[in-house]
Nanobody, 116 residues
């Protein structure tokens, strides 16, 4: 049974940092591209960043230079280091598994709120 469990969200001031984690189980983690997706209040889903099993990464323009995605295949864990956070980064952040170009499994999400 595939499970994805996010953690690490919270309330942070503008300019601050957070590190999100996503623990994966029930599949061969290293074989899949993994993605962080967010949904801001009243807005649609936005793909923030993803990484393949070998470490090749993609970032949305909105987070490039501020966020860093990484993975530890030995620990079956995906990370998102978020620096220089802005109020517009406020959202529910999900990790998702990608398969054949689609997101086939999602975690429950972790809330990130950037506010003074």
């Amino acid at each position: 049974q595939v499970q994805l469990v996010e953690s690490g969200g919270g309330l942070v001031q503008p300019g601050g940092s957070l590190r999100l984690s996503c623990g994966a189980s029930g599949f061969t983690f290293s074989s899949y591209r993994m993605t962080w997706v967010r949904q801001a209040p009243g807005k649609g889903l936005e793909g923030v960043s993803d990484i393949n099993g070998a470490g090749s990464t993609y970032y949305a323009d909105s987070v490039k230079g501020r966020f860093t995605i990484s993975r530890d295949n030995a620990k079956n864990t995906l990370y998102l280091q978020m620096n220089s956070l802005k109020p517009e980064d406020t959202a529910l952040y999900y990790c998702a598994r990608r398969k054949d170009g689609a997101y086939d499994y999602w975690g429950q999400g972790t809330q990130v709120t950037v506010s003074s």
